[in-house]
């Protein structure tokens, strides 16, 4: 967490992300969250919650209307860094299209160039973001893999990886 930051009365975290610990599905209020008076069992929150921080609470760098209850999206990264996710509210799923955020994210998808795939989650709906399109794969499964890149052409691409191509990279 930087040094600076707190997350005050942002508790978009406990809407919008899985608990595995609580069975909490995403997108849903958590039981134990009370408005006005936060987590309920505080002292006692799976390790899940003692450890996530998104990348508002991380990085300094983000400016207050990024913090996940006024830009209504938490982004956080996987895979070492690897991925991006922006897991929007479901009730405002047009807002990371909005101003200021559409634009930095689509100067932050330039890192796909570096290793790195930036990806809107809304529901189960996914979508992909390049620096040139978005690539919208609809609704996916949990299990759904995707992959993404660029082809031969140079041209972006992101689809789910079929069930051969999944056995075979086992
Ligand atoms: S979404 Fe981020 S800022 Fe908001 S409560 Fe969770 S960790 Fe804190
Ligand atoms: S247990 Fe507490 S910190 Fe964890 S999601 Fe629920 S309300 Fe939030």
Redesign the pocket.
């Given at each position: 967490m930087a040094a600076d930051r707190s997350c005050g009365s942002c508790?978009m975290c406990?809407k919008l992300m899985g608990?595995s610990e609580?069975d909490?599905a995403p997108g849903v209020w958590?039981p134990?969250?009370k408005r006005g008076g936060g987590?309920a069992?505080?002292h006692d929150?799976?390790t899940e919650?003692r450890t996530f921080e998104c990348e508002w609470l991380r990085e300094p760098r983000w400016p207050d209307d990024w913090r996940p209850d006024r830009s209504k999206f938490v982004m956080f990264t996987e895979e070492g860094g690897k991925r991006l996710k922006i897991v929007v509210d479901e009730g405002a799923p047009g807002a990371w299209l909005s101003e200021p955020y559409y634009s930095r994210l689509k100067r932050m998808s330039q890192k796909v160039h570096e290793g790195q795939r930036l990806i809107i989650c809304i529901g189960q709906r996914r979508i992909v973001v390049f620096p040139e399109t978005d690539i919208d794969l609809g609704v996916l499964l949990d299990s759904d893999k995707i992959i993404s890149g660029y082809d031969d052409a140079g041209v972006p691409y992101a689809r789910v990886l079929s069930q051969n191509e999944a056995h075979e990279a086992r």
């Open positions: 508790s406990c608990i609580l909490k958590c134990n969250f987590c069992i505080y929150r799976p919650c």
